[in-house]
């Protein structure tokens, strides 16, 4: 008889229970993404943590990053000697992550020239041929003049190729050159602050074979 009575019977009523849950758990979801993606974009818009090394060694966290984000004078003769070393200390075996590597630590305008000059002299090609390895020696660095934009260094160098198929082969030469650093603010892209903005070096003489 109460069935008779009831106009009808709610069938579905777990079902559409449980869909409102899960319709509830989806928003909640779609809110923690969101919220996990904002803080995403802010953190990655924090500069990057530098840490300073004192002439004992000792290490020291920079809190201050916008008084303490000039780029200092070692940081300018390591950043050259980096340069130097990817740029123009040739290996048969890793000449191409070398180069490669140094074409991301010039300017725009830089890199274009560098790369045209790299691809028409067939560089790659040739040393990966040679099967030789180069070792660079900078005997002198100086910095020439600096401003809030840019630093102008000179240096002195030795450079000593050896190879790997002749081990009674030695070849060594002194070269002296200039290079000019740009400084941009630091990125996790960019931590040391510099790109180079031109490149020359020449030659002094060869020492002997």
Not at 94 to 109: H, K, P, R, W, Y
Not at 112 to 129: F, H, M, R
Not at 138 to 167: K, P
């Amino acid at each position: 008889m109460e069935n008779i009575k009831r106009k009808y019977f709610e069938i579905w009523g777990d079902l559409e229970a449980q869909n409102n849950a899960l319709k509830l758990l989806l928003l909640v979801m779609a809110l923690l993404l969101a919220v996990s993606l904002v803080l995403s974009y802010l953190t990655a818009l924090k500069p990057p943590v530098v840490v300073r090394v004192s002439d004992i060694g000792k290490a020291e966290g920079i809190r201050d990053y916008r008084v303490h984000n000039a780029v200092t004078e070692p940081e300018l003769v390591y950043f050259t000697k980096l340069f130097i070393q990817k740029f123009t200390e040739y290996n048969s075996y890793t000449v191409s992550s070398d180069i490669a590597e140094a074409f991301t630590l010039m300017g725009a305008n830089y890199q274009k020239i560098a790369k045209k000059e790299v691809i028409d002299s067939n560089l790659i090609s040739k040393i990966g041929e040679s099967s030789i390895h180069t070792k660079v020696e900078i005997r002198e660095i100086n910095v020439e003049r600096e401003d809030d934009n840019f630093a102008v260094l000179s240096f002195l160098g030795l450079r000593t190729i050896l190879s790997y198929q002749n081990r009674d082969f030695k070849e060594e030469s002194l070269f002296k050159g200039d290079i000019i650093l740009k400084k941009i603010p630091r990125t996790m892209s960019y931590p040391q602050g510099l790109l180079v903005e031109e490149y020359k070096e020449v030659l002094v003489k060869h020492i002997g074979q």
